[in-house]
């Protein structure tokens, strides 16, 4: 099944992969948009349609029973007992699906919905993502009772809205994941505790993209799933080692996507990208692709966070001075999204400063937390008019950068220092610094946080 902005169209698979396209399947409706259809047992099968909602008798094609609304239905999604349905923009409706076609449950939010997502596999919840407010809410089913809600910040009149939910059971032997995308491109994920009346946990921000995106549930092995992110930088969420991992994939501006499993093609996706659709396959290797992002400077280090799946690079650019003709040179730290490869902010040193080292490490944040920071070193050069025996750097300085939720880069301390900052590391919670022919550490004691 196919759904258009104003029709629905059926396609049927031999078992040699032949394909049909029928004018008739089953009594669904055919002449409008289909949110979504489901075959809800062997006897039943579900289609929702902004004006209807129909359960068909899935052998003979029977109308079993049918729903018209008054308002429109702009999002649906079920599990095996319930329909929850977005009806006008502010109404969440619940119908029994199991037994006979029947409303069970409203409620009406002070907020615009913008998304909704319910599973079988979470029967006793479903998730809203509001429009106006940016935030998330877990709902009880049938209930509609709000079990928490968490807001994501942003403003009303941006795109920093929540466009698509999941719940997903993403890591194996661990409580279940939030996911929620953003229209900016920026992927939420939370840890959702069953247990303590769903109390959301370990949130993590992380740009996928550029715009929004929108998710689909693709089953795994051992009762995990993959998440499939559909976007100008598609990915694959899935779980290793105990941790969410996104992967890019190598089809590009995939729009959404669907399991699909016909005889002729088992375990399979259709993915409509560029206006084509496509069979795929989900190939559980994780194959190697190379990608290659033009920077225009000169690379001087390379460090990387994978807490923030961001690489921190420092750069020189060099430029002509066009009055003196002479050559000048610009240093520069940038943050680059691995999953998007593009850079995502760039902070400009100051004159005559030149990168010498990066460094990524886990420091304190002043409450007891601890997150990835970027530590700078640098060097002065001497003015030119200086001896040639004494162009050694006799000032730097080492900077901290913090990325802030936008991703963009912050500096948060900075220490003068006498000699350039060739080098390094950590040794337990101070860090150790090679100037020029020496060796110092303790200098975590020293930082001046900038106001």
């Not at 993959?226 to 995939?254: K, Q, W």
């Not at 001087?300 to 066009?322: A, K, L, P």
């Not at 990066?358 to 937390?369: M, P, Y």
């Amino acid at each position: 099944m196919v759904s258009f902005i104003d029709e629905t169209r059926i396609f049927r698979f031999d078992p040699d992969g032949e394909v049909e396209e029928l004018d008739d399947f089953k009594g669904f409706c055919l002449g409008e948009e289909t949110l979504i259809a489901i075959t809800l047992t062997e006897e039943k099968l579900l289609q929702v349609t902004p004006a209807r909602i129909t359960l068909i008798d899935a052998e003979g094609g029977t109308v079993l029973s049918e729903v018209t609304t008054t308002s429109k239905i702009t999002a649906a999604s079920a599990n095996h007992e319930k329909l929850v349905c977005n009806v006008g923009n502010n109404s969440i409706v619940v119908y029994d699906i199991l037994h006979e076609l029947k409303e069970i449950k409203s409620r009406t939010f002070e907020n615009e919905i913008a998304c909704l997502y319910a599973s079988s596999a979470f029967p006793e919840i479903c998730t809203v993502g509001f429009w106006t407010v940016a935030a998330v809410s877990l709902l009880s089913l049938p209930g509609l009772e709000t079990l928490i809600e968490v807001s994501l910040g942003g403003d009303t009149a941006g795109v920093t809205i929540p466009r698509s939910v999941v719940v997903a059971q993403v890591l194996k032997n661990q409580p279940p994941s939030l996911l929620v995308a953003m229209g900016d491109g920026t992927l939420y994920t939370f840890s959702v505790d069953g247990k303590k009346n769903y109390a959301l946990s370990q949130k993590k921000a992380i740009a996928l993209g550029t715009q929004a995106f929108y998710f689909q549930v693709i089953p795994g092995e051992n009762d995990t799933v993959s998440v499939f992110a559909a976007c100008d930088h598609p990915s694959l969420i899935y779980s290793d080692d105990g941790r969410l991992v996104y992967s890019a994939v190598t089809a590009e501006n995939v729009t959404n996507l669907s399991p699909f499993n016909a005889q002729a093609f088992p375990s399979s996706v259709v993915v409509l990208a560029d206006g084509e659709l496509k069979i795929s396959n989900v190939d559980p290797a994780r194959n190697i692709h190379v990608k290659t992002l033009s920077i225009g400077d000169v690379v001087r280090r390379v460090s990387y966070s994978r807490e923030r799946q961001t690489y921190g690079i420092v750069t020189i650019h060099s430029s002509i001075e066009v009055s003196t003709g002479e050559e000048r040179y610009t240093c520069y730290v940038r943050a680059v999204d691995d999953a998007e490869f593009a850079v995502m902010d760039s902070y400009e040193l100051r004159e005559r400063e030149l990168v010498e080292s990066i460094l990524c490490a886990r420091l304190d944040n002043g409450d007891g937390t601890k997150n990835d920071k970027f530590l700078v070193g640098t060097g002065f050069q001497p003015d030119a008019e200086d001896d040639d025996e004494d162009l050694e750097c006799k000032e730097g300085r080492m900077l901290i950068f913090e990325l802030s939720e936008d991703r963009k880069l912050k500096l948060a301390a900075e220490l003068k220092v006498k000699s350039a900052v060739k080098a390094m590391d950590m040794a337990g919670d101070h860090i150790v610094v090679a100037l020029n022919k020496t060796v110092s550490s303790n200098f975590i004691i020293a930082l001046v946080p900038i106001s």
